[in-house]
């Protein structure tokens, strides 16, 4: 896999066109309770963070999945096969980052598997640049680059963030 | 038989507070594809269910939640949906339209609309969710104020995704104007609609879903939608979405201000010297924390403030929009900007309309500098121009009508028939609704708006923004070169009737779809085909292709709605000006001298929308023309058809 969507939360409004252009994409409907991308807000911090699978090196996902679901995509990126999915709902206890979840509808595990060979359609969607699809060494620096203002609102020091 | 179009949820729900019977529907074919939805349905619903003796505040009050096709469809800006009933301000037509995330909510959680009578025994709210509708206990939750609300509603239903439209403690107090705050700040604050729902013991709508919408043919809807985004980012209109992007509607505190029109001293005059205080780059510069958008929008006019330290310490939260800097602001001649901030904030927890509010506090401002009002009546409250202090504690009292908070409650209109005397010269309102920021002696068009809105004096019915910002080329496509010089002119009286009855009907399409006006009003890239081109690929309603069936639907919303404050009794000698607007030129700043002349333009209007002119209401082959017989059968037998009832002419 040789790039990584990169979320620069500074730029996210919040509006969610993401979620929903991702539904149109995977389920054919407008419904962004079945996004793989979930924006999240904290109003008492004033705090939006787009939050999507970060493609992993080791996906502890993959690791926690009892059927071996989750498999290389075409594209690349970590996909679920829904014919050996059972719902257990592992990969998302095991994810520490959000970044896989449970479809309302068919209760199987869903995620960003980057649109298979596409550009993703959440990327595109997204007007205020918060979401980009950089190559994937640059792409773990802006990782981190971009999620810096949010870990300030948290108060997660600079320290913590560069180990 | 099934509902056939798509883009809808394709059910709604009707609740009798009064029994607590909360039953599902299917939605109806006929109000989609005659009214489309918002506005339109609730025009119909409203018609069809109450009558002129139905009291604003009685049980068997209606009140309408509504969304449209292109709520939460990707079409943008479209993050809105709103609230319509007969306003207890105004008491005729009310509605009030809201951004943010509820009403795409309501939609995935399966409902387009909400139809609510009756009121409740005890304070209940109602839950949304994944099809299911139910009345849930609420007692817990009233006097409190409207954050609050919303993390108790999270908390309790174990989902901080549930999106929230609730009322505060002045829709509960029965504040004449008490707002419906939508997701934590957001208002849909004009006309009382959060006293009407206080009125009902209703709480709260709360919205949570996973029901997808389908398109009729989505890859046609996407590319149609596409061609309509693409309007939108055109290099032509790049400044006016910089502006919005980056100040938002602070930015108006500006523009408005420079061509004279920014309500300053109860509308006294349009000029405020110290508008730079209160205005856009103040705010950027040292509040404004982050730019912030309703659901799906790529305009993004919303932003967070925060005010680290001192008496106005607040945030983060949504920060104020143009009209509430005005309110709080130029119309109190207050350039102390935190204070116009918190005072805000406080509107939205209290559950408060920030224009209402503020307007009514100026109109005593005046009334104090009069004589009119002294410091027996204020309860020792100094309310010289510009006190803050005074201001802050008005907007608690006014909350719970307390003291001269329960004058102050009840909007300018009855407050100066209970002050008497000459107070009325100083209640700047049409229809008992309070003027909002714009002002017809530096603007013409505007006072034919206010004076037709059916809720009375605002913007948001008809504003023109073609000869306000000036867009030569979109007057000459919309109405031809020939009028282009009288239309462009923004002191004269021609072709303005043509014009407002346009925009109009334009804006009925956007409130029933339910859109943003931005990217509407302004900048002006939407118009009526943007309608033939989403709407038939989006819903399967073929006959939305027709341009002449669209601008017709949009006719009829207009008329129905008309027709509503006829019933009313309300005429041509309701349309009209406050003394202030229509008699008193302007006394200072560019529109120095400036009066509008109403007559001219209501006589064109009434010719353009098929009405009589001395009499301001519709004809009947008007209404026939609409498919609205039944409405001109009604309006006949009450006298209120023009002609009379023994026309035969």
């Known amino acids: ?163 | 038989m099934t509902f056939p179009y798509k883009g809808y949820a394709g059910r709604y729900v009707e609740v009798d507070l009064g029994s607590q019977d909360v039953s599902i529907k299917e939605m109806r074919k006929d109000w989609a594809l005659y009214y489309l939805g918002g506005t339109g349905v609730a025009a119909r619903v409203l018609w069809d269910r109450t009558g002129p003796d139905t009291a604003p505040l009685s049980p068997d009050s209606v009140l309408v939640v509504g969304t449209g096709p292109l709520t939460g469809v990707m079409f943008s800006p479209a993050g809105r949906m709103m609230f319509a009933a007969r306003s207890p301000l105004t008491g005729v037509w009310g509605e009030s339209h809201v951004g943010g995330f509820f009403g795409p909510e309501m939609k995935f959680a399966g409902f387009d609309m909400v139809v609510i009578t009756g009121r409740a025994e005890h304070p209940v709210y109602l839950l949304l969710r994944d099809g299911h509708a139910e009345l849930r206990d609420a007692r817990h939750l009233w006097g409190r104020e409207t954050d609050t609300v919303t993390y108790m509603l999270r908390e309790e239903l174990g989902d901080p995704t549930v999106e929230t439209a609730v009322i505060g403690p002045a829709g509960e107090n029965l504040v004449a104007y008490g707002a419906v705050i939508v997701d934590m700040y957001r208002a849909a604050g004009r006309t009382g609609m959060g006293t009407v729902m206080g009125s009902k013991n209703l709480k709260a709508v709360v919205a949570s879903g996973s029901l997808g919408l389908e398109a009729h043919d989505m890859d046609a809807y996407l590319r149609a939608n596409e061609v309509e985004l693409q309007r939108l980012r055109d290099p032509l209109w790049e400044a006016s979405l910089g502006s919005l992007r980056k100040y938002g509607t602070t930015d108006l505190v500006a523009i408005i201000n420079e061509i004279g029109r920014l309500p300053t001293k109860n509308h006294w005059t349009g000029y405020f010297e110290r508008a730079d205080e209160i205005g856009p780059e103040a705010i950027a510069e040292r509040y404004r924390l982050a730019q912030e958008a309703c659901f799906g929008c790529l305009i993004g006019c919303k932003y967070v403030y925060r005010i680290d330290s001192g008496r106005y310490r607040s945030g983060p939260a949504g920060g104020p929009e143009y009209e509430t800097l005005m309110a709080f602001g130029s119309n109190c001649l207050n350039a102390d900007l935190e204070s116009v901030i918190y005072l805000g904030h406080r509107c939205d927890l209290l559950g408060m309309d920030t224009i209402s509010c503020g307007k009514t506090i100026g109109f005593a401002m005046e009334l104090w500098e009069k004589g009119l009002l002294t410091a027996e009546d204020t309860g020792g409250l100094d309310l010289s121009w510009g006190n803050t202090e005074t201001m802050a504690e008005l907007v608690e009292l006014i909350a719970r009508r307390e003291g001269i908070g329960d004058l102050l409650a009840r909007g300018v209109r009855e407050a100066a028939e209970t002050v008497g005397g000459d107070a009325w010269k100083y209640a700047v309102h049409v229809k008992g609704l309070e003027a909002s920021g714009q002002d017809p002696r530096a603007h013409q068009s505007i006072g034919l708006t206010y004076a037709t809105n059916v809720r009375g004096a605002d913007h948001l019915r008809s504003l023109s923004s073609l000869e306000e910002l000036g867009y030569p080329e979109i007057v000459i496509q919309r109405f031809g070169k020939e009028k282009a010089d009288g239309i462009l002119d923004i002191m004269s009286p021609l072709y303005k009737g043509e014009l407002i009855k346009d925009v109009e009907d334009l804006y009925a399409l956007v409130d029933s779809a339910v859109i943003c006006k931005y990217g509407t009003m302004w900048p002006p890239v939407y118009y009526f085909d943007t309608f033939t081109n989403i709407i038939p690929p989006l819903t399967g309603m073929t006959e939305w292709g027709d341009m002449a069936f669209v601008r017709s639907a949009a006719e009829r919303t207009c008329h129905l709605r008309r027709a509503y404050n006829h019933r009313l009794g309300l005429t041509r000698e309701h349309e009209t000006l406050p003394k202030r607007l229509l008699e008193e030129p302007m006394p200072t700043g560019p529109a120095k001298g400036g009066l509008p002349d109403l007559d001219v333009m209501l006589d064109e209007y009434y010719q353009y929308r098929g009405c009589d002119r001395t009499t301001g209401l519709p004809l009947r082959g008007t209404l026939e023309r609409l498919g609205l017989s039944d409405i001109a059968d009604d309006l006949e037998r009450r006298g209120v058809l023009a002609g009379g009832p023994s026309d035969t002419s």
């Open chain 1, 1 to 163: 896999m040789e790039q990584v969507i990169v979320v620069r939360a500074e730029l996210c409004t919040g509006c969610r066109d993401c979620e929903l252009a991702c539904s149109v994409r995977q389920t054919g409907t407008f419904n962004p309770s079945r996004s793989r991308v979930q924006v999240m807000k904290d109003e008492t911090t004033g705090t939006v963070l787009p939050v999507l699978c970060l493609q992993c090196d080791v996906p502890l996902c993959r690791q926690a999945c009892p059927v071996g679901a989750l498999v290389e995509g075409p594209g690349g990126a970590l996909t679920v096969r829904e014919d050996r999915c059972i719902g257990c709902g592992s990969c998302v206890t095991a994810c520490v980052y959000g970044g896989i979840e449970l479809d309302p509808k068919t209760r199987l595990a869903v995620k960003c598997d980057l649109c298979g060979d596409g550009p993703p359609a959440c990327v595109a969607a997204c007007e205020y640049g918060a979401l980009e699809l950089q190559e994937r060494d640059r792409g773990l620096v802006g990782r981190l680059d971009g999620v810096r203002t949010v870990m300030r609102a948290y108060g997660v020091g600079e320290e913590a963030v560069r180990n």
